[in-house]
């Protein structure tokens, strides 16, 4: 290893001394030994869906990538059928009207549409306020454009809304853009419409833009659908959404997202794009438009596995003596870490898991300062195998 100030470290380089190693690559190195020493760990760490793409938008795939048409540079910006169908998607589900050129455009998953759309807008010291914890890129998106990422707790969705509204009252830098995610990960929490239309508001009333990420959208339970925020009138005005085809289609290495809404912040992200990629390789665009006009029952298939696993692991949990509530969306737990453990913090008590139980976790404290006192489970392994890892808490709990 090189050390520091040497060439090939990483202080050397600008923009990668602003970003710390991932706080998960501790527990998967864990992982890896003991995994190495043949011991069987079952790994609730990385929210990596496990399940299957739908055959019908393999096949697709297959059948486009024959044909030497779609071995060309594709669009940057998505070929026009994969636009128009999502637009057709936002009308059918949410009747929210998109102008498929000008209010949508592909990405390489909602990663790309978070990283590049934050380099597109956000400006040297802009201010950009997002819950914490969240999903990395929405604290280091804002810090690798350069803008002053504003972390505020989350304690409810209602909550937040009061800091935010607190914060216009008494910040001189006003948020010039705000960051958000629901069904969210980490903490599972779910919005109604009617947060979205403050905060829309809000962000009318400042002059701040927003970004919605909804890379849950389709995942909720027991009822819930999770609205968009298109869907409040006005919306488009100043705000943009991102939709992921990575969990509701089991689409996650194919990386496709989209980024639809408010056009100004569109053109941005498509300059930017237009610039730094060709687009999505076409099949599988191809395919992602089987996949939104066919799927629907697919993604209701998707969600029945989370919601099923989501029961087993609440039910083991609660039994083991640690209490957690059931979310009603996303593919996560959020679990506060057990009082006798809490003063350790989240990561030492992850690496217990890890090393007492077999069971890999993330520690909340890898999604920003204020996850710490919690770890986040993902719903990635099956019924049978969340169950034995509540066993194995279980006994790791009782000494
Ligand atoms: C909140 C959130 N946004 C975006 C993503 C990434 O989505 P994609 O696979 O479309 O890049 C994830 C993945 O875990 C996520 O949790």
């Not at 540079?73 to 026009?80: D, H, L, M, V």
């Not at 290495?253 to 569109?266: P, S, T």
Request: aromatic content about 10%; overall charge positive; hydrophobic content about 40%.
């Amino acid at each position: 290893m090189p050390e520091a100030n040497e060439p090939g470290s990483n202080q050397e380089f600008y923009r990668i001394q602003k970003l710390p190693p991932y706080v998960f690559a501790v527990i998967n190195e864990m992982k890896a030994k003991a995994r190495a020493a043949q011991q069987d760990v079952i790994d609730l760490g990385m929210g990596n869906p496990d399940g299957a793409t739908p055959r019908i938008i393999v096949n697709k795939m297959i059948e486009a990538a024959r044909n030497p048409r779609n071995h060309r540079y594709s669009q940057s910006k998505g070929i026009p059928r994969l636009r128009e169908e999502i637009v057709k998607r936002y009308k059918d589900y949410y009747d929210v009207d998109l102008d498929p050129n000008s209010e949508a455009i592909v990405t390489i998953g909602a990663k790309d549409a978070l990283a590049h759309l934050l380099f597109a807008v956000v400006g040297p010291d802009d201010a950009v306020v997002s819950p914490n914890p969240a999903y990395p890129i929405h604290q280091y998106g804002v810090i690798m454009a350069e803008g002053h990422a504003c972390l505020l707790p989350m304690a409810s969705p209602a909550d937040f809304l009061e800091r935010l509204k607190h914060l216009y009252k008494t910040s001189s830098r006003k948020p010039k853009l705000i960051l958000i995610s629901f069904p969210h990960n980490p903490t599972t929490m779910s919005v109604d419409l009617d947060f979205f239309r403050e905060i829309v508001e809000l962000a009318r009333e400042h002059g701040s833009m927003i970004v919605h990420d909804f890379a849950y959208a389709d995942l909720c339970f027991d009822g819930y659908k999770a609205p968009s925020i298109l869907q409040v009138p006005g919306a488009k005005d100043v705000a943009v959404e991102i939709y992921s085809m990575s969990k509701s289609f089991n689409m996650a290495g194919w990386r496709i997202g989209f980024c639809l809404g408010n056009r100004k912040m569109i053109g941005a992200l498509a300059r930017i794009k237009s610039y730094l990629d060709y687009g999505v390789f076409q099949p599988l665009q191809i395919a992602a438009i089987i996949a939104l006009r066919e799927c629907a029952e697919d993604t209701k298939k998707i969600c029945e596995v989370y919601r099923k696993r989501r029961d087993v692991l609440v039910t083991g949990l609660n039994r083991a003596g640690w209490p957690v509530e059931s979310p009603r969306g996303s593919m996560f737990l959020w679990a506060a870490v057990p009082e006798p453990y809490r003063a350790g913090g989240c990561l030492e008590f992850s690496k217990l898991l890890m090393e007492k139980a077999l069971v890999a976790v993330s520690p909340g404290i890898g999604f920003g300062p204020l996850g710490e006192g919690h770890v986040r489970f993902a719903l990635v392994e099956n019924e049978q195998r969340i169950r034995q890892a509540t066993k194995s808490i279980k006994e790791f709990l009782k000494g």
